[in-house]
Nanobody, 121 residues
Framework: QVQLVESGGGLVQAGGSLRLSCAAS????????MGWFRQAPGKEREFVAA????????YAAESVKGRFAISRDNAKNTVYLQMNSLKPEDTAVYYC??????????????WGQGTQVTVSS
């Protein structure tokens, strides 16, 4: 069992930065791939980025490549999403998830409650 708690969301102007954190409970954290997804009002949940259990492989959606970076610290049971050059279209609730590091929600077993990111123009 893994419990996930996101933090770091908020309101930021376009062009600004935020770093999201996802703290995981449970000793098995380091055995899971981790992903970040987002969901805007009226839209489906969208893949943002993923990282393998070791941190050796990362993946990002085309819409965020070059702007967002995923990382993890297994000693702290935490995964991060550094978001730079934010755009209004990045506004969404951001969720972290534990499972296989794939761009599909169905690959993940555990989900956090989400944190709101709002980017103003």
């Amino acid at each position: 069992q893994v419990q996930l708690v996101e933090s770091g969301g908020g309101l930021v102007q376009a062009g600004g930065s935020l770093r999201l954190s996802c703290a995981a409970s449970g000793r098995t954290f380091r055995s899971y791939g981790m992903g970040w997804f987002r969901q805007a009002p009226g839209k489906e949940r969208e893949f943002v980025a993923a990282i393998s259990w070791s941190g050796g492989s990362t993946y990002a959606a085309e819409s965020v490549k070059g702007r967002f970076a995923i990382s993890r610290d297994n000693a702290k049971n935490t995964v991060y999403l550094q978001m730079n050059s934010l755009k209004p279209e990045d506004t969404a609730v951001y969720y972290c998830a534990a499972g296989e590091a794939l761009p599909h929600p169905s690959a993940y077993e555990y989900w956090g409650q989400g944190t709101q990111v709002t980017v103003s123009s």
